[in-house]
């Protein structure tokens, strides 16, 4: 089923919508000077390396949208199409980059080797996520701009592919386009589950929804993928495995290129081996380890602040110890300037 067109959208949700369900469980608390000032609700689930599910907190069939946690799998859909693509130039096709100078450089190295330039780019103009960097820019009398948004890595892979595969680039992100069925394939197939709708992410692109454990299961995939490990891939077609482990190398290689300096994505890759990972908007993160556990969380009031340290809690759990970077990571809250507080995991997480 795909979604109406914006402007076609009611005011209020009808009944029977499909969507991310209310009954949750409490994943996170928000503290301030040994007050609970917050709790954050939503739903994760952890998958083993065969696909079973190991933990589950709320619902972990909700369907959901995977939002930009879905690039490892986009991307992987590119390379098979024909995307000639490799090292962190593969890396930012699977990423969201925050717009540093050296990320709109690669994406403008991308599109250039395939003869194209940012005006080809369909995704729409942004300044840089990166504060610094849209600061810089706005100084030097720049402003929004295509190559700055932060998928731009990802729609300069879709490019490429047309360009090597011989399709059309005017209607590349139309969902019946022959590379996005390529790409709805990759994620049917290493998900497990069928794509029932198709909505637009904030890019532009199409957006496949599909369910938390399949999420997981998906990122585990990719892990396992990377490492060579073939138990986790049984079952999936030979090409596809490849790929996903292109994607999952190229993102450990070069994980600056999947984010930025000191962004969570990029810490995490850097400082747990061989897992991948991958945040999405709206509350989203999908992690994988190189044995084949996933890791998928959605925070039902779509706040991403809680993701990391449920995350890696989770991760924790499944035998990768990440405690003391999900501290480092943890946002803190402030008073005076000061830290007073700060996410934390809800006990039910960590139990």
Not at 56 to 85: E, F, I, N, Y
Not at 245 to 269: F, Q, Y
Request: aromatic share 2%; net charge negative; hydrophobic share 40%.
């Amino acid at each position: 089923m795909s979604l109406p067109p914006t402007e076609d959208v009611p005011d209020q949700p009808g009944p029977g919508w499909p969507g991310i369900p209310r009954d949750g469980v409490e994943l996170a608390l928000v503290t301030r000077s040994g007050f609970v000032e917050s709790r954050h609700h939503g739903h994760a689930v952890v998958t083993a390396p065969d696909g079973h599910v190991v933990t589950a907190l709320g619902q972990a069939d909700a369907t959901m949208d995977p939002r930009s946690s879905l690039k490892p799998l986009q991307a992987a859909g590119c390379l098979l199409v024909g995307a000639d693509l490799h090292g962190p130039a593969l890396a930012i096709g699977a990423g969201s980059h925050r717009g540093h100078p050296d990320h709109l450089d690669l994406v403008a190295e991308v599109l250039a080797a395939s003869g194209l330039d940012e005006d080809d780019l369909q995704c729409p103009p942004a300044l840089p996520s990166e504060p610094w960097a849209s600061e810089d820019l706005l100084r030097a009398g720049g402003g929004p701009r295509r190559l700055a948004m932060n998928c731009s890595g990802k729609h300069a892979a879709m490019l490429t592919a047309c360009r090597a595969g011989d399709l059309d680039r005017a209607t590349h992100l139309e969902p019946d386009h022959p590379l996005q069925q390529r790409i709805r394939g990759v994620v049917e197939q290493v998900t497990g589950v069928t794509a029932g709708t198709v909505g637009i992410d904030g890019c532009g692109a199409p957006l496949f929804a599909t369910s938390l454990v399949g999420l997981a299961r998906a990122i585990g995939r990719v892990g396992a993928a990377g490492a060579g490990e073939p138990g986790p891939t049984a079952g999936l077609h030979e090409e596809v495995v490849d790929a996903l482990g292109r994607v999952a190398r190229a993102m450990r290689a070069h994980p600056w290129a999947v984010a930025g300096i000191g962004a969570d994505d990029t810490m995490v890759m850097e400082q747990l081996d061989g897992v991948v990972a991958k945040g999405g908007a709206e509350g989203v993160l999908a992690l994988g380890t190189a044995d084949g556990f996933g890791v998928a969380v959605k925070i039902a009031d779509g706040s991403s602040r809680a993701t990391v340290p449920v995350g890696l809690a989770l991760l924790t759990a499944a035998g990768i110890d990440a405690t003391d970077l999900a501290d480092a990571l943890a946002p803190r809250t402030l008073g005076g300037g000061l830290p007073v507080g700060r996410v934390h995991a809800a006990p039910g997480v960590t139990a």
